[in-house]
């Protein structure tokens, strides 16, 4: 790309217009808002669809840049979100963002009654172009746009009330469509942010090297975010049918539990502190058990405020060995104990945080193959109290 074909790209309306961007992936949202930035944008970036009135009545957007990925999490009301855009704000362009080609073509052909209400000025596809992003919403910024035909009107109360709510109720069961569609969409998410940091890279290569050294930085950390999704994945499948293999052994849990948590906590102030009672010795695989013990204890530090304490107990309740690890954490509201265990699911309170929804549910599963139980015993807003239970060895299963 030249000098003229990236000045046409990137050139936009004086004043600075305002872009409104609703995307709840944190690191992609802020590739995009730097991107917007650059581009002479001014924006905001929010997570949650429920705050999209409220964001346009605040800064007035000239654009609005919609995640429109299906899945778990309710992505799909983003169809009823453009059309009560449309219905309060007949002249403001909404732009769909998505890694759906099916959503895509829907969106372009705008021949379906949903597609109609929500009158998408555009489609933005994941990954994405910068030249061609930055194009597209110089277009939908620039106008003039029509206003909602009135042939249409009818159809935005039904489009509206079709689609589920954010927070609606998570399945531990899902077909394999719904699966496939998901971790699609879970798998380009990084994706994206790998090929946009490429592509400033790039840009920046020769006359900002600490620019593109942080895209750089950036690219490798996303490559690894993207390892760990597949090995979930893969375990994922692997636990549904049953066909995850287990080189069961008997061995110490405490041991075992100890060394995880050295693993865990490196830093040079230890923040988790373990107490056991003697040896207790179970029947399993230690490296799957210790998957689940890392899993809590990720948990625990990633949603918890930095440096605050994590405990670990090892105790035994009749023919059972228990790990109870308590952080001091965010908490999960009451009415998604059981739903955090569904995959993909991420509570409320965490999904500005970046992670899969698939390690509390591959947890269960392991911990449910080795005749044991995995559960959210307590939580409230000052933390959460997750308990691993085994069968001792010997014990009858």
Known sequence: MNTKQQAVATEVPAGKPWVLLV??????????????????????SISDHAGIAAAIARRHPRCIILDSDPGSRGHERSWADAAAIRRSHPE????????????????RAGTTARSKAAGYTGVIDKPFLVVEFLATLKHAV????????????????????VFPALD???????????????????????????DGHAQLAQRFLEKDPVRAADSL???REQSKRMTRLIADLLDRARVSVGALSLEVVTFDLGVATAITI???????RPRITFTTP??????GDPERIAQIVANLLDNATRYSAPGSPIGVALTVAGNEAQIRVTDQGVGVPEDERERIFAPFYRAS??????????GLHISRRIAEQHHGRLWLESTSESGSVFVLALPMAGTAR
């Open 168 to 194: 609606g109720p998570g399945s531990a069961d899902w077909g394999a469509a719904d699966f496939f569609s998901m971790a699609v969409h879970e798998l380009r998410t990084p994706l994206t942010s790998i």
């Open 262 to 268: 050295g693993l865990a906590d490196a830093s040079e």
């Open 142 to 161: 620039a106008g003039p746009h029509l206003a909602w035909p009135a042939e249409v009107k009818g159809i935005a109360s039904e489009a509206i009330s």
């Open 349 to 358: 309170r965490t999904r500005e945080i970046p992670g899969t929804g698939l």
């Open 92 to 107: 403001l362009p909404v732009l769909m963002f998505t890694a759906d080609p099916a959503s895509m073509a829907e969106a």
């Open 217 to 219: 930085t950036r690219i």
């Open 278 to 283: 003697a040896p207790l010795r179970i029947q």
């Open 23 to 44: 995307e709840d992936e944190p690191i992609l949202s802020t590739l995009v808002g730097r991107l917007l930035d650059e581009a002479g944008y001014e924006h905001e």
